[in-house]
Structure formats: C-alpha cells, structure tokens
C-alpha cells in the first residue's frame, strides 16, 4: 500500500535559517506529491504540487524517484512560514489521496 | 462561491449517540472525501465519492457511513459515537482530476464524544 512518512513532528527553525521539511513515500508507480499547508486558524490548502514545478512564498520541493522523497526547502525561513505542514501522495488511475502525519513548523524569531 | 461548507463547526455528543457532520460545495466538483485529523497522526481517509450514487471506503471507515445522493452534498454519519472518533473532521472536494488537481477544503468540524 502507498504510504507517506514525515519523520519530524515539529521542526524549529530560526527566522533568517533554511528549511527543509522532509517527505518519503512508498509507491512503485508514478505518484504525483503535493504539500499542503495549514496556518493557524485557516483552511488546510494546497501549497504547491511536484508536476507544477513551481515556487510557492519561497518554497519548492522536488521529486527524487530514486530516494522516494519529495522534500520541501525554503532557503530563508520566515516568521509567518510558522504552520502544520502536510506532504501526500496521488497514485494514477487511483481516486485516493493519502496524507502524511504532518510536520509542525515553528519559526523562531 | 462558499467553496466547502462544513456544519457545524463544533459538536459534543454522548457515547452511543448519532450523528450527521454536512458537507456541501458549490463549485461543481465530482470528488468529494472525508478525512479525520487527529494529533501526531496527521489525515487519514475515511470515506470519498467520485460522483453521485458512488462512495468508497478509505483507510478508517469502521463506524461512519456516507451517502452521495447529490453532486453537492457528502454527509458523514456517526450512528454509534464512541470516544475513539472524538477528533477534527475535513471535508474536501476536488474537480475530478485527483491526480493533478487541487483539494479544496472546509473550516473543519471538532466533535468531542464524552
């Protein structure tokens, strides 16, 4: 079964310091990866999805195959980046979404 | 557009009491899930439909039943509450394209079972 692991429940960071927000997955096929993000008090929402290859507010992760990882990097944290971090995994032809435990990022100042 | 509505926001209920969390969207969506977020054990998937008349179980289904009689509409029902589903349910909905598209989410509902 495809699974979605995020080793660190909370990850503290000073403002100014990178940040790499760590995500494995296990799954043979193509998966897509996303990251959600959920700042305090509003709606869990997309932060940015691997087949964009796009940068979100400084962040960008990027797709090993060969690790099975998806980690989230930004190179200069900042305070309002604190938030509970979420990677999940799409498998093709599946109708289901699958999320990792989360991470919980605190910006310290 | 509201996007997602989840009512109510907050619920308290007795052990073997029933329940009904709603969940509607105005955005036309074809996918629609339920996921339980509990502390330092993340979302998990309970129940998601792909079109009206249509649900599935996800991965914690054991004590909830879903209907999907509407494009709109994705109830969640609890019929036997027991402590163990004290938690935040989500509501979210997705255009269709689970693969590439976005999930849209609702506020969240917080149920307490005493």
């Known amino acids: 079964a495809q699974r979605v692991t995020q080793p660190e429940k909370l990850l503290s960071v000073f403002k100014g310091a990178p940040v790499e927000l760590k995500c494995n997955y296990s799954?043979?096929?193509?998966?897509?990866l996303f990251w959600y993000v959920q700042y305090s008090r509003q709606r869990l929402q997309l932060l940015l999805r691997h087949i964009s290859r796009e940068s979100i507010k400084g962040f960008t992760a990027d797709l090993n195959k060969g690790e099975t990882s998806f980690h989230l990097k930004k190179p200069f944290a900042q305070e309002e980046d604190s938030a509970m971090y979420y990677c999940?995994?799409?498998?093709?032809?599946?109708?289901?979404?699958?999320f990792g435990k989360g991470t919980r990022l605190h910006i310290l100042p | 557009n509201a996007g997602v509505t989840q009512t109510p926001k907050f619920r308290i209920l007795k052990i073997g009491q029933s329940m009904t969390l709603q969940c509607t969207q105005d955005m036309n969506h074809n996918y629609m899930y339920w996921y339980r977020q509990d502390p330092g054990m993340g979302l998990k998937l309970i129940y998601y439909s792909v079109g009206a008349g249509i649900t599935d179980k996800g991965e914690v289904p054991n004590g909830y039943n879903v209907s999907r009689s509407t494009t709109e509409d994705f109830p969640l029902r609890l019929e036997l509450a027991a402590p163990s589903q004290t938690s935040v349910y989500f509501c979210a909905s997705n255009i269709g394209d689970r693969y590439t598209g976005e999930l849209f989410f609702g506020e969240g509902s917080r149920l307490t079972v005493l």
């Open positions: 799954y043979s096929g193509s998966p897509e």
């Open positions: 999940a995994l799409s498998r093709y032809r599946d109708d289901k979404i699958i």
